[in-house]
């Protein structure tokens, strides 16, 4: 099951905590910080966080976003396992 949850950017605000979703398929939606005009979708695994970033990895490669550009967080349902 899918769901998603929005990542609130206010300055005064705690961060989002990523923890719930390390080590699973998820889809990043990340903008630009200042305009956020330019929105995408990144399909990755998110592996761990630090105060400012979110460590994910796309493939074989990992990668630093920071949370000030993560819109939100789809859980990507796991596939079901044929018996």
Same mark, same amino acid.
């Given at each position: 099951?899918?769901? =998603? @949850?929005?990542?609130?950017?206010? *300055? #005064? +605000?705690? *961060? %989002? ?5 390390? #080590? $699973? *398929? @998820? %889809? =990043?939606r990340v903008a630009t910080p200042r305009t956020q005009k330019l929105q995408? /979708? =990144? ?5 761990? /966080?630090s105060d400012a970033t979110v460590h994910i990895r796309i493939g074989q !490669?990992?990668?630093?976003? !920071?949370?000030?550009?993560?819109? $939100? %967080? /789809? +859980?990507?349902?796991? *596939? !079901? !396992?044929?018996?």
């Open positions: 099951m899918s769901h =998603l @949850v929005q990542n609130s950017t206010a *300055p #005064d +605000e705690v *961060p %989002v905590a990523y923890s719930y979703w390390y #080590d $699973a *398929p @998820v %889809v =990043l995408t /979708e =990144l399909h990755c695994m998110i592996t761990g /966080e !490669r990992g990668k630093n976003i !920071r949370k000030t550009m993560i819109l $939100a %967080v /789809e +859980e990507i349902a796991a *596939p !079901r !396992r044929l018996q």
